[in-house]
């Protein structure tokens, strides 16, 4: 099933829709959706490099009003919706053991899910589940994905083609790395 989602999704780079495509993909990859929307923003950056910046911001504000439908998810249908769409990424029990540190990290969970390969709607839905406030979710929603989406948008305008590899293969662990760096950086800076 992830496949055929997978390869529909890579389907959508190409119709005359795109831009709407990538929109509805970028918001419910945010609450609900498997597969993440630089699947589509990678060809169609690469067939209009001139509008690169474009697809990243409507990738930006559709994933962090998705982001928002998640929190909702989590507020408000946490056992009807959210608690199903986590046991079926098998991050159920997990959440049930984070819930009770979460917001103690504050921005934190919601800045790395935001930037690294971790399931952004994981965190959106746990952060209105734990009633992170709003504000500090919004913000740092749009400091990640704005981040992850604008890196991969300057990327392939000022890299093309030859890029991409690097991107689809390795973005994420450089994410991942750089969040880990910054986590280190700030805990060094704590001890000193």
């Not at 597969?35 to 930006?60: T, V």
């Not at 986590?86 to 049930?96: F, P």
């Not at 709607?121 to 504000?135: A, E, F, N, Q, R």
């Amino acid at each position: 099933m992830i496949r055929s989602l997978y390869d529909w999704t890579l389907s959508l780079a190409e119709h005359r829709y795109a831009l709407w495509a990538l929109a509805f993909v970028a918001f419910l990859e945010s609450s609900i959706f498997p597969i993440p929307p630089d699947l589509l923003m990678i060809p169609m950056i690469l067939a209009r490099p001139s509008r690169a910046f474009l697809i990243a911001g409507i990738a930006l504000v559709a994933s962090v009003v998705g982001g928002l439908a998640g929190y909702a998810i989590g507020a408000f249908f946490y056992e009807q919706i959210g608690q199903p769409i986590l046991m079926s990424l098998g991050k159920a029990e997990a959440a049930v053991e984070f819930n009770t540190r979460f917001n103690d990290l504050s921005f934190w969970p919601v800045l790395i899910a935001g930037m690294t390969p971790f399931p952004y709607k994981v965190i959106t839905i746990m952060s209105g589940w734990t009633g992170l406030p709003l504000g500090t979710f919004i913000v740092t929603s749009i400091i990640a994905r704005g981040m992850r989406f604008f890196i991969v948008a300057i990327l392939l305008w000022k890299f093309g083609a030859p890029i991409r590899h690097f991107i689809e293969r390795r973005l994420g662990m450089v994410f991942t790395v750089f969040v880990l760096l910054l986590l280190g950086g700030f805990a060094l800076v704590r001890w000193l």
